[in-house]
């Protein structure tokens, strides 16, 4: 059910950019949203992209970039600022599950 492991920096770009075109025509895909996905990312986690997004509850990554479970790293604050945590959720994704920013 995966499409990518762990794809290239570049791979990753354009799969977000692909579902992002998806959502803005009104056409999701909605990958990786069904009970195969959630049984295959129970044991770990394994997102291809750390995303620093907002905590407005009209925004979504997930949705915006038409992506399912386990697919981002996604980590929302007020305000956008970067602060102490924010830096620590990020470098823990990129350090323990091989993802790449985006």
């Known amino acids: 059910m995966t499409e990518v492991k762990t794809?290239?920096?570049r791979a990753a770009f354009e799969l977000l950019l692909?579902?992002?075109q998806r959502f803005v025509a009104?056409?999701?895909e909605h990958p990786n949203q069904d009970?195969?996905?959630r049984t295959e990312t129970a044991p770990s986690q394994q997102p291809f992209a750390v995303l620093f997004d907002c905590s407005d509850s009209?925004?979504?990554?997930?949705i915006i970039f038409d992506r399912g479970l386990g697919?981002?790293?996604?980590?929302?604050?007020a305000g956008h600022v970067m602060g102490p945590e924010v830096s620590a959720?990020?470098?823990t994704?990129?350090?323990?599950w091989t993802a790449h920013w985006s």
């Open 18 to 20: 692909a579902g992002n």
């Open 35 to 37: 009970a195969a996905r």
């Open 7 to 9: 794809p290239t920096p």
């Open 71 to 77: 697919d981002l790293f996604v980590v929302r604050t």
């Open 93 to 96: 994704a990129l350090t323990c």
């Open 26 to 28: 009104g056409a999701p």
């Open 58 to 62: 009209r925004l979504a990554a997930e």
């Open 89 to 91: 959720a990020s470098s």
